[in-house]
């Protein structure tokens, strides 16, 4: 994999995320960057005859406003990969319908805020490692999550996505901590990926 591809990667990720674009053009787009992008979380040989992701049909029931309380911490998740360990600190919890989820900034340069969850659909329906609402890192910003005024946020699940690892075993993926699990399912966003 190429740094520039990367960076292309990247910088098309977040053009995406930022764009007008309704939910069914959003989820065309991503699928294009999974069919034809260098740095695509799946390997040459699944980009061949590739139809797109599997997706839980829209869903007006998984967009919340949830307030948000202070939190303090950190947690280190070992990645088990190049990356080694990664430091999050708890920003804040938000307390949301499906349960208390929080918002972690992650403790490395640059930053960036993640909210991994897991809910009871995880392993079934979807991942078994959970899915990310938002990790901006990676440029998934203004989806998932959207700051509101007065201390709360905007969560909408249809854009629940599966990490890289969820794609292929060479990717290594922080996957949500006993904190951000929730015991009731959220029927929207991705589904799982069978290769």
């Known amino acids: 994999m190429d740094h520039l591809d990367l960076l292309d990667w990247r910088e098309r990720v977040a053009r995406l995320y930022l764009s007008d674009r309704d939910l069914a053009g959003f989820r065309a787009a991503r699928d294009e960057l999974f069919a034809s992008h260098p740095c695509s979380p799946l390997p040459p040989p699944q980009r061949a005859g590739f ?3 599997p997706w839980f ?3 007006p029931d998984a967009v919340v406003e949830a307030p948000l309380r202070p939190a303090s911490g950190e947690l280190s998740i070992d990645t088990g990969g190049p990356d080694g360990t990664v ?3 708890r920003v804040a919890v938000a307390e949301t319908p499906w349960g208390e989820l929080t918002l972690w900034w992650i403790e490395a340069y640059g930053g960036g805020l993640f909210v991994p969850v897991r809910d009871a659909t995880s392993g079934r329906e979807t991942y078994g490692g959970g899915r990310y609402l ?3 890192v990676k440029g998934t910003f203004g989806r998932g999550l959207t700051v509101l005024p007065g201390g709360r946020v905007r969560l909408d699940g249809n854009y629940l996505y599966n990490p890289s690892c969820a794609y292929e075993d060479r990717w290594a993926c922080p ?5 951000n699990r929730v015991d009731v399912p ?5 589904l799982s990926w069978h290769r």
């Open 134 to 136: 938002t990790d901006t």
């Open 57 to 59: 049909p829209p869903n």
């Open 186 to 190: 959220i029927r929207a966003g991705e």
């Open 175 to 179: 996957l949500a901590p006993p904190e």
């Open 51 to 53: 139809t797109g992701l």
């Open 87 to 89: 430091r999050y600190r």
